[in-house]
């Protein structure tokens, strides 16, 4: 007897039923409430149909992460929240085992992503919020990052425009809290052999990308693009430090 737990299948597991005290070895078969304990230590505790995990339950993992909420067919699907062991955490919408729909995550360093989600990734409008600066990032998001939205800053200044790797690229415009606006342009560079791992919850979202930013304005201003290099220099450390 088979039952799929997580990624891997898991061959040989008991459960012990919540309301007799009888443990089986297979949950083949039952319906209710039960604890089933697998072979790599990892728990599930909660409702079964028919030997499936169905309905609300909790999930222990060998890693330290913990999920609490609804299943349908042995997977995470509908409302829960997963703690990801010294990860963050996030609460919302799930579909067969991943983030999907609307929810919130929470990271190690209290940044804050509240938005919408596809197959485990942000997708859709959402917002980032920089818990140490207060800076946001809002828009639309595909595919884990930023493409199309604004980099807002807590005095009202604020750009908009096109992002790639969650930062500016192409053509744009600053809004200065004094009513100024300035438009111009962002290219992107990439330092050679700057790239490092970042872990997102369980799928994660792929390559952290160290990127130069360089700003040309449309006009001939000094002042203006004096002000543009400033701001984007503080994002730039603010991205690369707790992002």
């Known amino acids: 007897n088979q039952i799929i737990m997580g990624e891997e299948e898991q061959t040989e597991y008991t459960i012990t ?4 005290g009888e443990t089986r070895k297979s949950s083949r078969g039952f319906s209710g409430h039960a604890t ?14 028919e030997g499936i995990r169905t309905g ?6 060998a890693n330290g992460d913990n999920y ?39 990271y190690p360093n209290k940044d804050v992503y509240s938005g919408w989600w596809k197959f485990g990734k942000k997708d859709g409008k959402g917002t980032y919020i920089f ?21 807002i800053f807590p005095n009202g200044t604020y750009y908009e425009g096109l992002f790639a790797n969650n930062q500016p690229t192409g053509k744009g415009k600053w809004y200065f ?17 700057e790239e490092e791992d970042i872990e997102e919850g369980e799928e994660g979202e792929g390559k952290k990308i160290k990127i130069k930013l360089e700003w040309k304005t449309d006009s001939n201003i ?7 290099n400033s701001v984007e220099q503080q994002f730039n450390e603010e991205f690369q430090n707790n992002r």
């Open 68 to 106: 609490e909420g609804d299943f349908k067919a042995n997977l995470k699907h509908g409302i829960g929240k997963m703690i990801y062991n010294e990860k963050g955490d996030y609460y919302g919408y799930w579909e067969n085992g991943k983030r999907h729909g609307e929810g919130v995550f929470t």
């Open 17 to 20: 039923i919540t309301e007799t």
């Open 36 to 49: 089933a304990t697998y072979p790599n230590a990892e728990v599930y505790e909660g409702n079964f149909e």
């Open 131 to 151: 818990f140490e600066t207060g800076m946001k990032l809002f828009g639309e998001w595909r595919n884990g990052t930023l493409e199309d939205g604004k980099w």
């Open 222 to 228: 000094a002042k203006s693009a004096e002000l543009v």
């Open 177 to 193: 809290n004094n009513g100024n606006v300035v438009e111009g342009a962002y290219a992107q560079s990439k330092p050679v052999d």
């Open 56 to 61: 609300k339950g909790k999930y222990k993992y």
